[in-house]
């Protein structure tokens, strides 16, 4: 599909299509832009980010604010991401993907096996330029066996299309591979039992951009305790564990965040358009 076509097609879907501003020129096709400028943080967001909360969901516990956040991030304890590799992460180190979405089907390395009903690997793109993280699989997601297919989810397949991109081109995965109880963030000995999986996966995938989606996969990631509001617009850069070039990062809201906080909707729009920046500044393959 032609980029006219793909436009004419998004609009009638009622999505709307972030496309870069060059001076003095107002937004139009491709070729009737010339060299792409940095993204206007202010610009109003598009109109499916005015989704009502889902108010429904009776086992999600209550959001927090920002400042919430913060004060429980500064009085907890830094994640631990450089802990020493045990003989079973080098094995999973070596992994095919078949060979490690087999491993993670079977595993039992924390209590979390004990309650899942499925597994839940990822999904996408495994030579895609742009993965996001999540932190922990949902009841929909538990059932399913599939990351960010309940109502969050909904919500980011919007996102990437208003960025045009499908579900398929990226790659989407979680901090954590089975659901913790009562949709509780994971804690942090789950998260250090699953860690050499995720790494492993983006060790496959050779991302050149991370996505991280709340506070929960940030921490992980970056081995920190700040709040996502203070992580926000700064650069951040994913270190490998295995010595690899560093993978720059990007840190937004979960989706969930947007449902439970629709005045919050512009941040997601900001970010949305940083994300396409990003990917234009960054070295072609």
Known sequence: MDEGRRLHYLAAMGIQVWQPRVAGESVGTPAQRGSQSAPDPSSEPPPWLDEPPPWTDDDQPPWET???????????PDPSPAVAATDAQHEIAGLDWEAL?????????????????????GTGNRQAELLFIGEGPGQDEDQQGEPFVGRAG???????????RARAQVYIANIVKCRPPRNRNPEPDEAAACRAYLERQIALIQPKLIVSLGAVSANNLLGNREAV???RGKSQHYQPRDGAAPIPLLVTYHPSYYLRSPA??????????RIVHLLEQLPKS
């Open 154 to 164: 909904r919500l980011l397949n919007k996102m990437l299309a208003a960025i045009g």
């Open 264 to 273: 919050e909707k512009a941040k997601g729009w900001q970010d949305l358009q």
């Open 229 to 231: 509001g203070r992580l």
């Open 66 to 76: 920002e400042e919430a956040a913060a004060d429980r991030l500064d009085a907890a």
């Open 101 to 121: 979405e087999a491993r993670v089907t079977e595993c039992r390395r924390c209590p979390l096996c004990e309650t899942r009903t499925k597994t839940v690997f």
